[in-house]
């Protein structure tokens, strides 16, 4: 299994497909968190040039609970990444972390079933967009 799931669309900004994703999250119960605008940082950082490229922290709280429940250090694994960006050929990506591949190096059942609960969330977010 991959460390990812990823759908590319033709046809939208970067802006629209944020938007999209952000609805799609929601009605799964997740919330944006946090913000990482590569683009930006590394023009600042690095004075490299980057497509427009952004990383959305989002959290499911009902399931952030349920694996913080089991062992605290998990918050070291969390906010799950999603990523929004823009491709040589103008279209754009959005890939969403794997937290059942994330988790398995955990060892631990009970956080292994619910990563495959919070990725099956996340593959029908990328189903709905």
């Keep these: 299994m991959d460390f990812y799931n990823a759908k590319t669309f033709t046809g939208t900004t970067l802006s629209e497909a944020r938007l999209k994703v952000e609805e799609a999250l929601k009605k799964e119960g997740f919330g944006v968190l946090t913000e990482i605008d590569i683009q930006a940082t590394m023009k600042k950082k690095l004075e490299k040039a980057y497509l427009p490229h952004l990383i959305l922290g989002t959290c499911n709280p ?21 990523s929004i960006r823009e491709l040589a050929n103008k279209n754009i990506e959005v890939a969403m972390v794997n937290p059942l591949e994330a988790m398995k190096p955990i060892g631990n059942p009970a956080i292994i079933g619910y990563a495959k609960e919070v990725n099956a969330k996340l593959i029908h977010v990328l189903d709905n967009l």
């Design 62 to 82: 009902v399931f952030a609970d349920k694996v913080l429940s089991v062992d605290q250090h998990i918050s070291l694994m969390l906010p799950c990444n999603v």
